[in-house]
């Protein structure tokens, strides 16, 4: 397992170890041990997500779960491609307000390790996507936000001119019009 810093505090890309032969291939999709090992603070994972996007261009977030909600997020795609987006906006953080985007596809198998206090999204690079995670908190409807895909506050280029949108994303507040808020270092 590689594991690669990213440029946003506390994320991380992670490169599964892939052993493959003539009949296929197997990887380990989640080690606990190994994570921690490489120094990442892991929770204990509660529920599993799956979505599916049926064409290329929908922009999917930027969603978080408000404290005690908030959710650490292991994301990664098993079918097609996206384009994932993480905004750092823990007040306090040295990367604060900064965005990464980080290429996931069902062929370079690549994971993003995502803390709380960050707000998510993706937009689909093909057709027919699978999008697989592990939350470290249940869905709670009353702490469900959403922020602006477009936010001119975060400068995000999502590489679509008029993206796919669910009407929750569509009418979503700007973040400075938003209740999102969270401290760098404090648990939420």
């Not at 992670?14 to 999709?29: A, H, K, L, S």
């Not at 408000?66 to 953080?93: N, W």
């Not at 999502?158 to 700007?174: C, F, H, I, T, Y």
Request: hydrophobic share 35%.
């Amino acid at each position: 397992m590689n594991i690669i810093k990213t440029q946003l505090d506390g994320a991380f890309i992670i490169e599964p170890q892939v052993f493959g032969d003539n009949r296929g291939w197997f990887m380990e999709t989640y080690n606990e041990k190994n994570l921690r090992d490489a120094g990442l603070d892991v929770p204990v994972f509660l529920q599993d997500n799956q979505s599916y996007s049926a064409q290329k261009g929908i922009v999917r977030g930027l969603h978080c779960q408000l404290a005690p909600y908030a959710q650490t997020k292991l994301i990664r795609c098993t079918r097609g491609a996206i384009e994932d987006v993480i905004v750092d906006i823990r007040r306090g953080s040295p990367s604060y307000g900064k965005h990464t985007k980080v290429q996931l596809t069902a062929e370079n198998k690549r994971q993003l390790f995502i803390p709380k206090g960050f707000l998510h999204g993706f937009v689909t690079l093909t057709d027919d996507v699978e999008v697989q995670y592990k939350v470290d908190a249940y869905y709670a409807r009353s702490a469900d936000r959403s922020v602006r895909y477009d936010d001119p506050a975060f400068g995000i280029d999502w590489g679509v001119q008029s993206p796919v949108l669910s009407e929750k994303d569509r009418n979503a507040p700007l973040f400075s019009e938003s209740d999102v808020s969270f401290e760098y270092g404090r648990k939420a």
